[in-house]
């Protein structure tokens, strides 16, 4: 069976870090992957999607890049944090077969 | 105008009850609808997934379509304190690049009393 995979778990950096999550997928191969944001009272927001190694899609202007350096690898990283990037960070995937996405368990960023 | 919309509560009902959730969405091309179950501080958990219009049942959960009033509904009979959570409803959105992704409404927050 399929599993996702992310870490850290939380994190609290302070502003102007650089910033690195991690996440990856066992059990499939050529997944779809994508990394949103849930930030309190804005819902769920695609941020990345990727169908393949280093193809990379964003879908809001951000301070934030991802990259997929590996076919079940997907990394979100940031120079330097902001405030406003505070929030709860998820990794999902899905088959290229169907169009039902999988979280990861997320990791609760705090920037102070 | 938002791509869906579901009021986000919260609600709060006594343990064996039927719980309601319902989410709007704007644009009738839209055909492929899904429920999501989140606990609080975990990623979601997708519940059901249902395509055009009509019922899916699975277990207690009932996913309702309405394509005429553009209208989805996420029943649950029954209802248990383990049931309480946050219960998202998403639409399948294309995009550009040959993928596919998904536009959440805001969340409805269920309470389950014991």
């Known amino acids: 069976s399929q599993t996702i995979h992310q870490w850290p778990a939380t994190l609290v950096q302070p502003v102007g870090s650089p910033l690195s999550l991690e996440c990856t997928v066992e059990g499939t191969s050529n997944p779809n992957l994508y990394w949103y944001r849930q930030a309190a009272g804005r819902g769920l927001q695609l941020l990345f999607y990727?169908?393949?190694?280093?193809?990379i899609s964003s879908e809001v202007p951000q301070n934030l890049s991802a990259s997929r350096p590996q076919d079940r690898q997907f990394i979100l990283s940031s120079k330097k944090l902001l405030l406003s990037d505070s929030g709860f960070y998820l990794c999902?995937?899905?088959?290229?077969?169907?169009?039902?996405?999988?979280f990861g368990p997320g990791t609760r960023l705090t920037v102070t | 105008q938002k791509e869906v919309e579901q009021d986000p509560g919260p609600l709060s009902v006594p343990e064996g009850a039927i719980v309601s959730l319902n989410c709007t969405y704007s644009n009738s091309a839209f055909q492929y609808f899904m429920w999501y179950r989140q606990y609080s501080r975990k990623g979601p958990e997708l519940l059901m997934y249902t395509y055009s219009s009509g019922n899916k049942e699975d277990g207690r959960f009932t996913a309702q379509v309405d394509k005429s009033s553009k209208y989805i509904s996420l029943f649950i009979r029954d209802s248990q304190p383990s049931d309480s959570a946050t219960y998202l409803c998403?639409?399948?959105?294309?995009?550009?690049?040959?993928?596919?992704?998904?536009?959440f409404g805001a969340g409805t927050t269920v309470t389950v009393r014991a």
């Open positions: 999902a995937w899905r088959s290229g077969y169907s169009y039902e996405q999988y």
């Open positions: 998403a639409i399948i959105v294309p995009l550009k690049s040959n993928d596919y992704k998904l536009s």
């Open positions: 990727s169908v393949g190694i280093g193809q």
